[in-house]
């Protein structure tokens, strides 16, 4: 298997509504990302797991909170979204951190 | 941080003729500089990559430059096609802060039949 899954591809959700995206990848990597990513946008950071241990947080608001199961997984909770949260929310992953990032498909996200 | 700047923003070309996109970054321990194509409603998707004791690579129509003087690189794709059009993000990674990517803000490449 070589590509990052993600699920769900499409998710709506209330301000006070609680969800979860979830990443997975079966190529051994060690090293799993959360980006968000606007329309027209790059894509921003928003964590860093690094064998399975948060490694980078970039400043992120407590309603997103990051769970890495196992080495294979990567959930991302979300709880009282704002509509400005609506975006693409993108899965990566690579070897190590500071190897080739390969992406998953995202799950878009809209926040009413 | 590092900071890393991409130009142009837009970009039209005519099928069949060369496109380049350039990036400049600010930090001299950025070490590696890859490159992503992004299709509408698709995910960022690597086509090319290069590492810092490289200057140039090449992958069939697709070529990557480096010049760690000027501290900018280049990204060139010659015949270009129609599905070359596409968003186009370049990125540094400073080897010695986390390994963490720092993305220009994307060329959007257009290829007129």
């Known amino acids: 298997d070589t590509e990052v899954t993600q699920t769900p591809k499409h998710l709506v959700m209330g301000m006070t509504n609680k969800k979860s995206l979830k990443c997975e990848q079966h190529?051994?990597?060690?090293?799993m990302y959360w980006y968000k990513q606007k329309a027209k946008k790059p894509p921003e950071l928003m964590f860093v797991?690094?064998?399975?241990?948060?490694?980078i947080n970039e400043s992120v608001p407590s309603r997103f909170s990051p769970e890495c199961p196992n080495s294979s997984l990567l959930n991302l909770h979300l709880h009282a979204l704002q509509p400005e949260d609506s975006a693409l929310y993108l899965c990566?992953?690579?070897?190590?951190?500071?190897?080739?990032?390969?992406f998953g498909p995202g799950t878009r996200l809209l926040v009413l | 941080g590092e900071n890393v700047e991409q130009h142009p923003s837009t970009l039209s070309v005519q099928e069949g003729d060369s496109a380049v996109i350039k990036c400049t970054y600010s930090?001299?321990?950025?070490?590696?500089f890859p490159w992503y194509k992004q299709e509408l409603g698709k995910r960022p998707q690597l086509i090319i990559d290069?590492?810092?004791?490289?200057g140039e690579k090449k992958d069939q129509r697709i070529a990557v430059t480096l010049n760690k003087t000027a501290k900018h690189f280049s990204l060139h794709i010659t015949e270009t096609q129609p599905e070359d059009s596409a968003v186009y993000f370049c990125?540094?990674?400073?080897?010695?802060?986390?390994?963490?990517?720092?993305f220009g803000t994307g060329t959007s490449l257009t290829v007129i039949p």
């Open positions: 190529m051994g990597h060690r090293a």
């Open positions: 930090d001299s321990a950025s070490n590696y």
């Open positions: 290069i590492r810092s004791n490289v």
């Open positions: 990566a992953s690579s070897q190590r951190t500071g190897a080739p990032q390969y």
């Open positions: 797991y690094s064998y399975e241990k948060l490694s």
């Open positions: 990125a540094a990674i400073i080897g010695n802060t986390g390994n963490q990517f720092y």
